[in-house]
């Protein structure tokens, strides 16, 4: 039986936990859900020794549901709801555009008691293009159109930095039907970015109001624009650490990430600098 909880307004979503202990609440970047997302699943599994672990699909991913239309704030109370289900507060743990997401829900006040986020997709300087204004609405439009593989061929190539060869054979590949039925959901994470992405550093201003203890995390083998992004948002957030991981880039290993969060979460701890695994 799938656990669920009904968000406010009316969708399900899905959920797993797991351990005991404080609530954690792991929250995915694009395309991530929990049947996709095994670095997710590992990554709960050594963190429930010591906490109370929930995964969940996001809506319009899995087994949750999709009610339209489509904003951010709807993705905010989705958290909400899994906080009330996890006991009315709750640590965030979010990865990519999820640990966007995670900021956006702490800022707007949820019962969130720390805030972990590993490397949070800005663009706050010109070490890469930003992402074109319209990139959301040509998702849309492309989707709109049933044309759900270049939609996704257009993400991989212009907001992951894939060659366009290396993009085009998605549709080829055996997990194709399952990326396929999500890939509107893309265009969501685009709204979570909002203006993050246009290498403008002062539209992160607008998460200084997170007032939550914050671990910041880059991974050292990341590109210099995304370690530059963490450290501006260090910077702005008035109760942050940033930290890195040695060897580790975007994609993430649970083994090295675990540890570093659960010491975060376990403890009321400030000036960790860099960690080094």
């Known amino acids: ?3 669920s909880v009904r968000s406010k307004d009316g969708t399900l979503i899905a959920y797993d936990r797991i351990g005991a202990g404080p609530a954690v609440i792991y929250v995915g970047g694009a395309t991530s859900y929990r049947a996709f997302d095994q670095a997710g699943a590992e990554l709960a599994k050594l963190l429930s020794l010591r906490f109370t672990v ?13 009610t339209a239309p489509y904003a951010v704030e709807r993705e905010v109370e989705d958290l909400d709801a899994l906080i009330g ?9 979010g990865e990519s555009s999820g640990a966007v997401l995670a900021l956006e829900a702490a800022a707007r006040g949820l019962a969130v008691t720390k805030l972990a986020c590993y490397e949070p997709p800005f663009i706050v300087d010109d070490g890469r293009a930003p992402m074109p204004a319209n990139f959301v609405d040509q998702l849309d439009g492309l989707v709109a159109a049933n044309r759900r593989g270049d939609a996704f061929k257009l993400f991989m190539t212009v907001a992951v930095g894939l060659p366009e060869e290396m993009a085009a054979g998605v549709q080829q590949d055996p ?24 290498g403008d550093p002062t539209a992160l201003a607008r998460f200084a109001r997170v007032a939550v203890p914050t671990l910041v995390l880059a991974g050292s083998e990341s590109p210099e624009y995304q370690r530059n992004a963490v450290a501006v948002l260090a910077d702005v957030l008035p109760n942050a650490e940033s930290a890195t991981l040695e060897g580790q880039g975007h994609q993430f290993s649970p083994a090295v990430l675990a540890p570093v969060v659960e010491e ?4 009321l701890s400030h000036g960790l600098g860099p960690v080094r695994q």
């Open 175 to 198: 997990m194709w039907p399952a990326l396929e039925a999500i890939t509107h959901t893309i265009a969501y994470d685009g709204r979570v970015m909002g203006d993050t992405q246009s």
């Open 264 to 267: 975060f979460f376990a403890l």
């Open 85 to 93: 289900v996890a006991g009315g507060n709750a640590h965030l743990l």
């Open 54 to 66: 929930f995964t969940y699909d996001r809506r319009g991913r899995g087994e949750s549901g999709d």
């Open 1 to 3: 039986m799938v656990n």
